[in-house]
């Protein structure tokens, strides 16, 4: 009843600049927290950053200063901007959102992934 669409990963140079975008559709009633995750090879999914319905922002100490998450609740949409790109900012990233459908309880909503590779 919900899908969750990614878009804007690709393959950049380091200190490049990348936006991902993440747009949800569907029954949506409304949309509480959203944030992006990474995984990278080999190593578990971290948390990258959050944004909460009221703005709060949270992000992971390895991106502060490079990456600036924000939303656009008309179009139930969460970006990532993500400038100074490091071959370590390498990974497959997930956009998560905290989806209330119509008739159901809010629960968390997972995107399929969009790859960002940095490199030269």
């Known amino acids: 009843q919900v899908q969750l669409v990614e878009s804007g990963g690709g393959c950049v140079q380091p200190g490049g600049s990348l936006r991902l975008s993440c747009a949800a559709s569907?029954?949506?009633?409304?949309?509480?927290?959203m944030g992006w995750y990474r995984q990278a090879p080999g190593k578990q999914r971290e948390l990258v950053a959050t944004?909460?319905?009221?703005?709060?922002?949270n992000y992971a100490d390895s991106v502060k200063g490079r990456f600036s998450i924000s939303r656009d609740n008309a179009k139930n949409t969460v970006y990532l901007q993500m400038n100074s790109l490091k071959p370590e900012d390498t990974a497959v990233y997930y956009c998560?959102?905290?989806?209330?459908?119509?008739?159901?309880?809010?629960?968390?909503?997972w995107g399929k992934g969009t790859l960002v590779t940095v490199s030269s």
């Open positions: 998560n959102l905290d989806i209330k459908a119509l008739g159901y309880v809010a629960m968390d909503y």
């Open positions: 569907g029954s949506i009633f409304s949309i509480n927290a």
């Open positions: 944004i909460s319905n009221g703005g709060r922002l």
